[in-house]
Structures are given as structure tokens and as C-alpha cells.
């Protein structure tokens, strides 16, 4: 009993750092490691959804390399594994498997865009989202293909709130635990200093996530509560009265990175979809950019 328990351990150990430990190995550039890494763990433990998603970094520092061949390759073989598992469980049972499939698909939308293939990209992407359309993956899908199409389209409608018309708008997206989002707060508010005097309006959604603090699970009224009081105290000076909060429009805009930023000129149409975070000089040039062509 003694000897099956240690196995048991061993297992849960290995199932806990595959991620990172390829992770780390594809950080030194080691591929060769981490491939050894995936194939050990493979062979003691099969293809658990922690080893999905490890294998789905090696698709990811592919692409980042520009190695398409390879990148496709493993991409394929996440998504055929990750939708394999799926005939015995359910996409979101854990945290590994969505994001094991989500990047599959992410990295072989940006093949097919890399190889000028963007309409083959739009389309892949948009028969994923009816596939997945009722999953967590959902935002991630959309926000593939939003990088796609959405500039120079109208601004998809926000629930909970409206977008001001005539005005130029700074759509920013955030969350409670956001450590990036807290740090783009004093770009933000640099730009609102120069900009909203011309005319320029923030909104800033939020959503839910079904906890507060340092990850403690809380129920609906509480994680409210909670994200005013973040608000308060880390965003007033963007911010000035309780954000709007409804997960319809991070799926809508594909926010599954925050922070995410979306730039509306005046008439309402898209000029700028950014998930992630923004240097000032950056978000300024593209919002003076926004005022030049409006003169």
C-alpha cells in the first residue's frame, strides 16, 4: 500500500509541473527537453489535460518563431486529442482542457493569417465559435477573430451600458484580479487628461469571475461589492462611478485577455481592438490619430 501511495504522489507531482516545467524548458529555448519532458510524463501518465495544455505551449513558441510546419503540427495534435476527451467529459470540467483547445485553435487561425490566408483564418474561427459557442472558449474565439474583422466594422452593442454617440470612445476592459489592467490605470488616465477635454469618453466593463481577493470563492452580491470597492480604491480616477458588469459583453468583444482595449472613433466604428495592455506613447499615437482624421 505503502508503494502505491508513493506512485500515486509521484503522479500528482508530475501532473502539477508538466506545464511549467515545459514551460521553463521552452523559455531556455530547450526543445529537445521539453519534448522529453511531454513524452515522460505521457508514458507514466497518459494524455491528461495538464499534458494538453503543456503540449499546447510547444504549438504557441512555434508560432512565436515563425515556425509554421511545426507550430501547425502541434496544434493539430492538441485539438485532436483535446476534442477526443471530450467524448468522456465535458470541455469545462477542469481549467487544462479549454485552454489546451483554445490555443490549438488560436494557433492555427494565426498560421493560416501568417500564410495570407485570412478569409480561410475568419472562416476557421467562426465554425469554431458555433462549435464552442456555449464554452468558456467562447471569448477566446471571438477575440481571434475580432483581431481579424473588427476594425473599421461598428462596435458590437455593450449590455448594462451604451456607448455614447457622436463621441469618440475608449472602451477598457478590466478585471478585479487584473495585475496589467491596474498598471494601464495611469496610462489611461494620462490619455483622459489630454483627450477628454477634445471629447474622448472611457467605459470600462467588468465581469464576474465567481471570487474576490487572493481566489476565496464568493457568491454574486459579494464579488459585487468587492468589485466597487476595487474600483474605488485603484480606478477613480478613470472610473468615476460603479462599472458595468455583464459577461455577455467580454464574450461579445472576445475580452478573454484583460486588459483590452477598443478605440471607437465618433461615428462608432472600430479603429483600434487591442487585447492586452498599451505603453502611453502607443495608445496616444493611436487616439491623436483618431482626432487628426476627425479635423
Not at 519532458?37 to 495544455?53: I, K, Q
Not at 459583453?249 to 479603429?271: E, K, M, Q, W
Amino acid at each position: 500500500m505503502k508503494f502505491v501511495s508513493l506512485l500515486v504522489l509521484a503522479a500528482g507531482l508530475a501532473s502539477a509541473n508538466i506545464v511549467s516545467d515545459v514551460r521553463a524548458a521552452i523559455a531556455r529555448n530547450n526543445f529537445a527537453e521539453a519534448s522529453r519532458l511531454l513524452d515522460a510524463y505521457r508514458s507514466s501518465a497518459g494524455v491528461t489535460p495538464e499534458w494538453l495544455e503543456a503540449l499546447s505551449w510547444m504549438g504557441r513558441a512555434e508560432l512565436q518563431l515563425k515556425n509554421y510546419d511545426a507550430a501547425g503540427k502541434f496544434a493539430a495534435e492538441t485539438y485532436q486529442l483535446s476534442t477526443a476527451a471530450l467524448r468522456n467529459r465535458k470541455l469545462d470540467d477542469d481549467s487544462s482542457l479549454p485552454i489546451a483547445l483554445g490555443a490549438a485553435i488560436e494557433v492555427e487561425a494565426n498560421i493560416l493569417a501568417a500564410r495570407n490566408q485570412r478569409s480561410e483564418a475568419v472562416a476557421y474561427l467562426q465554425d469554431q465559435l458555433k462549435t464552442f459557442y456555449s464554452t468558456s472558449i467562447r471569448a477566446r474565439i471571438q477575440k481571434n477573430l475580432n483581431l481579424l474583422t473588427m476594425e473599421g466594422k461598428p462596435a458590437p452593442a455593450l449590455q448594462a451600458v451604451s456607448l455614447p454617440k457622436g463621441k469618440p470612445v475608449l472602451i477598457f476592459f478590466w478585471a478585479h484580479w487584473c495585475m496589467d489592467c491596474k498598471a494601464e490605470a495611469p496610462v489611461l488616465a494620462r490619455i483622459l487628461q489630454e483627450f477628454g477635454p477634445k471629447g474622448l469618453t472611457l467605459v470600462a466593463p467588468t465581469q464576474r469571475y465567481g471570487y474576490i481577493g487572493s481566489g476565496e470563492d464568493a457568491p454574486p452580491d459579494v464579488e459585487l461589492r468587492y468589485i466597487e470597492k476595487i474600483r474605488q480604491e485603484r480606478y477613480s480616477a478613470i472610473i468615476t462611478s460603479p462599472a458595468p458588469v455583464n459577461e455577455e459583453n467580454f464574450r461579445r468583444y472576445g475580452a478573454s485577455t484583460t486588459p483590452t482595449l477598443v478605440l471607437v472613433d465618433r461615428a462608432g466604428i472600430v479603429r483600434m481592438y487591442h487585447p492586452g495592455a498599451m505603453q502611453y506613447e502607443e495608445l496616444r499615437a493611436a487616439v491623436a490619430k483618431l482626432f487628426r482624421s476627425a479635423s
